[in-house]
């Protein structure tokens, strides 16, 4: 009988069990025996991440890199979210495919940034693809996590020694750019929406700028370019670079796919110049293209709340829920922080929570639940939230005046 076969509602002591053998297996340096554990859990669907995960890492210990990326991949189907199988999926392309490895590090880094082993595996395959100076930016990365991590050390003096001049390093990059452009310009957005979201201001706009002399009508880009620098203050450059956008997605012939998260960042950037109409319009062309899709429900909704717009955006919530349960936690925090918005604090409280289910420790969940707590009069609970908040971040600086609003909140009970 073969392995994947497997009786019916396994109880879960029973799924753990193997788990946390199969576990002890890989540490123990016996991959086939976990292999073989781990594909009698092929059909559990509750634990289909972690299987999936688990034998990604048995075949890369086995050299099945193949084997392993599928593994890997079916492990963030399940969960976009797993930055370690971004990290060793990165691993597994870096020796044949360094622009495909590039996208699933940055991708890593995006979800942690605080692994130096990480950053030096971007900073190898940016070097690979001819892009030294993106590669030693990823080694200070790593360096600055760890001063004295070997292989950061040893490829920077590598890279510093090099004399390689600044032609051959643009001929190496143009090679690796004409294999495989497409996903370049997906790892090289990946990284600098990474630091642009840190703030990295100076550095994202580097790597943007890179993208751009690969592919100079990269809409998405070009829509994100334009938030970096509105939020540099560059208000002129801003608008400039989002007319610019606006006028190829109108004369440039793209899919739908293509379409949809240049619109949305279009609408997100001219939320920031306050430009609510505008942002509107972009939304309803999103939902038009595809009413259907529960994913553009989901992303419509949250842009929706984000320019006040609550009522509506419940519409687009509750849509996407119908299509599909499976949403992200930051789905739910906003969808609570739009019942909130609407005096709905009863019904609020349930997405929150199911928001701090799915990833605890979130601020805006924590604020959410704090601000649903004290909007109901549950003062206990709104103070054990603050108390949560404190101890994840002591210097958060919103935590004084929660602590002022919760006091004359008792002082009027």
């Not at 073989?36 to 059909?43: C, F, G, K, P, R």
């Not at 692994?115 to 993106?134: I, K, N, T």
């Not at 450059?237 to 949809?260: G, T």
């Not at 922080?337 to 928001?355: G, K, Q, Y």
Request: aromatic share 6%; charged share 20%.
């Amino acid at each position: 009988m073969s392995l994947q076969q497997s009786s019916p509602a396994r109880h879960p002591d029973f799924i753990r069990a193997v788990l946390d053998r199969a576990v002890n297996f890989i540490n123990g340096g016996q991959l086939n025996s976990a292999d073989v554990l781990l594909e009698t859990l092929a059909n559990e669907a509750t634990v289909k991440e972690q299987v999936a995960y688990l034998r990604g890492i048995t075949a890369r210990g086995l050299g099945q890199k193949s084997v392993a990326q599928y593994f890997f991949k079916t492990a963030l189907g399940a969960n976009p979210r797993n930055a370690q199988a971004h990290a060793l999926l990165g691993h597994t392309l870096l020796d044949d495919q360094p622009a495909h490895a590039a996208a699933a590090f940055a991708a890593a880094l995006t979800l942690n940034s605080a692994e130096p082993d990480w950053c030096v595996w971007l900073a190898l395959a940016f070097s690979r693809l001819g892009f030294h100076d993106l590669a030693k930016d990823n080694l200070t990365d790593a360096l600055a996590l760890s001063a004295s991590h070997a292989e950061a050390l040893a490829e920077m003096d590598a890279l510093t020694a090099s004399d390689a001049t600044e032609a051959k390093q643009q001929i190496s990059s143009h090679k690796a750019r004409s294999s495989d452009q497409s996903v370049l310009c997906d790892a090289l957005l990946v990284e600098a929406t990474r630091h642009q979201s840190n703030h990295d201001l100076d550095r994202a706009r580097r790597v943007f700028e890179r993208l751009l002399e690969i592919n100079p009508s990269h809409h998405l880009a070009i829509c994100n370019f334009a938030l970096l620098e509105r939020e540099a203050g560059q208000l002129g450059l801003a608008k400039e670079l989002l007319n610019r956008a606006r006028v190829l997605l109108d004369q440039v012939q793209v899919s739908r796919l293509e379409a949809f998260p240049v619109r949305l960042v279009m609408a997100e950037a001219y939320i920031t110049f306050g430009e609510r109409e505008s942002a509107r319009s972009q939304i309803d062309t999103i939902v038009k293209l595809s009413p259907d899709d529960a994913g553009i429900q989901a992303a419509c909704a949250m842009v929706l709340q984000k320019i006040g717009q609550s009522r509506d955006a419940i519409v687009h919530f509750e849509r996407a829920i119908t299509l599909n349960q499976h949403q992200s936690p930051e789905f739910y925090c906003a969808l609570g922080a739009a019942l909130l918005a609407i005096e709905m604090p009863d019904r609020a409280e349930i997405p929150f929570n199911h928001a701090a289910t799915l990833a605890p420790g979130l601020k805006p969940t924590m604020r959410g639940l704090f601000e649903t707590y004290l909007a109901l009069g549950r003062r206990n609970d709104a103070k054990m939230q603050l108390e949560a908040m404190l101890a994840a971040d002591p210097s958060d600086p919103e935590i004084e005046d929660l602590r002022r609003r919760l006091t004359l909140k008792l002082n009027r009970s």
